[in-house]
């Protein structure tokens, strides 16, 4: 008889709290109403520690267009964004034309 070969299981990744962060401000900033606003305001969980809170908010004072509000009362963070080009471009609509009566 053939011997099986056990592997193990490696199983999903456990989510680092530096990922789970990033994905809920990530989730925070592409809601389609704060898509539309262009503006969300995150807050720090408890879960967040210190070092993963202080990085987020240092990539995002790095990235160009957002203004970064700071909430003392609740450690809480507003940030704003102007569109993007993409963004005004899709915003154009283009009239239809008027249709004239059938002739019949």
Do not use: C, Y
């Amino acid at each position: 008889m053939a011997q099986q070969s056990k592997k193990k299981d490696a199983g999903p990744k456990p989510v680092s709290s530096m990922e789970r962060l990033t994905m809920r401000v990530s989730s925070m900033i592409n809601h389609p109403i704060a898509q539309e606003r262009r503006e969300v305001r995150i807050h720090r969980l408890d879960t967040d520690g210190e070092r993963e809170w202080s990085e987020i908010l240092g990539a995002l004072s790095e990235a160009d267009g957002i203004d970064m509000t700071f909430h003392d009362e609740d450690e809480s963070v507003t940030l704003r964004w102007e569109p993007s080009e993409d963004d005004e471009r899709s915003a154009v609509v283009e009239e239809e034309p008027e249709l004239e009566a059938a002739p019949f």
